[in-house]
């Protein structure tokens, strides 16, 4: 019996020490994604009427026709689209205005409000947190 318990317990040992290695090295070498970000900006529009596949196919068609546009994507559940566009070349309000022109949406123009706009958030890791002050550990060792 104590033979079997020592075996889990260094098997269990063992799983836990291979499962750290794999995070840590994971962390060290995933580059984060290489965007021109000084100029990327990410804008949200909340549509008052129910979207479908149909009309999201129609949205994305018309805003990938907008000068600026880079990326998008939906949450049906909320009727709400999200899209990244480059502030160089067109605010959210310009292609905002282009997609109501495009099409007939019933639709707002999603604005922060004052007492958030300051705020630094990401969504994943809270900074402060003991996942944040890991990865950013490993990350000044690695890099």
Same mark, same amino acid.
Do not use: W
């Given at each position: 019996? $104590?033979?079997?318990l020592?075996i889990?317990? %260094?098997? @269990?040992?063992?799983t836990? %020490?291979l @499962?750290?290695?794999?995070l840590?090295?994971?962390?060290a070498?995933?580059?984060?994604?290489? +965007?021109?970000?000084?100029?990327?900006?990410?804008s949200r529009?909340?549509?008052?009427?129910?979207? #479908?596949?149909l009309k999201?196919?129609? /949205?994305? $068609?018309? @805003?990938?026709? /907008?000068?600026g546009f880079?990326? #998008?994507? +939906?949450? %049906?559940k909320?009727?709400?689209v !999200?899209?990244f566009? #480059?502030?160089k070349?067109? #605010?959210?309000k310009?292609? +905002?205005?282009? %997609?109501?022109k495009?099409g007939s949406y019933?639709a707002? $123009? +999603?604005?922060l409000?004052?007492?958030?706009?300051?705020?630094q958030v990401?969504?994943?890791?809270?900074?402060?947190?003991?996942?944040y002050?890991?990865s950013?550990? !490993?990350?000044r060792?690695?890099?």
């Open positions: 019996m $104590r033979k079997k020592k889990i317990a %260094l098997s @269990l040992f063992g836990t %020490l @499962l750290l290695v794999v840590v090295v994971h962390i070498t995933a580059k984060p994604i290489a +965007y021109d970000n000084a100029t990327m900006q990410i529009i909340d549509f008052q009427e129910p979207l #479908d596949s999201m196919k129609e /949205i994305h $068609r018309n @805003l990938k026709s /907008i000068p880079i990326n #998008d994507s +939906y949450n %049906l909320n009727n709400v !999200v899209f566009h #480059d502030n070349i067109a #605010d959210s310009k292609i +905002y205005d282009e %997609l109501m495009k019933k707002t $123009r +999603y604005i409000p004052s007492n958030i706009k300051a705020k990401c969504p994943v890791i809270q900074e402060g947190s003991f996942s002050h890991f950013k550990g !490993v990350q060792i690695f890099n």
